[in-house]
């Protein structure tokens, strides 16, 4: 996992090979913004992290949402992230499905210090999850994606950054027990 973490893209260099909605990447990730509560519960933790996140340019969810991964690990002094295509790693995108079976992402991926893995995170965040699972199961494939933009532009990402900083939480509190646990708060 170490060649394959500094394999990757940073947010910059993702957002200069990206062919695909490039200007609302940049957007979104200028301003981005996570709550000095989320950054300092992070540093507390006293140990050093890195996210692997599985994208693609053209997925809303991504560019919903690794903005604000970026912004984290950009302020938190004890993360880094970096960032790798999903359909060019099948094997480590196969071994972070959601419901076992679809390719969904972003897939943040927690690493420890010495790059094991600790935990994941993705696709979206889970009132999102919950709202297309019932009200937005209906509906047809654009309202979907227009209902999904609106709960992302409301969110400004504090839900998902929540649920990720969550998951740090959880998988020091495994470390601590000496469980060596995965933690995941992906969907089920």
Avoid at 74 to 90: C, E, K, T, Y
Avoid at 102 to 119: D, Y
Avoid at 130 to 154: H, I, Q, S, T, V
Wanted: hydrophobic share 40%; net charge negative; glycine share 6%.
């Amino acid at each position: 996992m170490r060649e394959r973490f500094h394999s990757g893209w940073t947010f910059d260099e993702m957002t200069a090979a990206a062919q695909t909605n490039t200007d609302l990447w940049k957007s979104i990730r200028a301003r981005a913004t996570v709550a000095d509560q989320a950054v300092r519960r992070v540093e507390s933790l006293g140990r050093t992290c890195h996210f692997l996140v599985l994208s693609e340019d053209w997925c809303t969810d991504s560019f919903s949402t690794v903005p604000f991964v970026d912004e984290l690990a950009a302020r938190a002094g004890n993360l880094d992230l970096r960032i790798l295509s999903r359909d060019r790693n099948p094997d480590l995108m196969d071994s972070h499905l959601t419901d076992g079976a679809l390719r969904a992402i972003p897939v943040v991926i927690l690493l420890e210090e010495n790059f094991r893995e600790a935990g994941w995170w993705g696709p979206r965040p889970a009132p999102l999850r919950e709202w297309l699972a019932r009200e937005g199961m209906p509906l047809d494939k654009e309202a979907k994606l227009r209902e999904r933009r609106r709960w992302y532009a409301r969110d400004h990402g504090r839900t998902a950054i929540e649920e990720i900083v969550a998951m740090i939480e959880g998988a020091a509190e495994a470390a601590h027990r000496g469980s060596g646990a995965i933690v995941s708060t992906s969907a089920p």
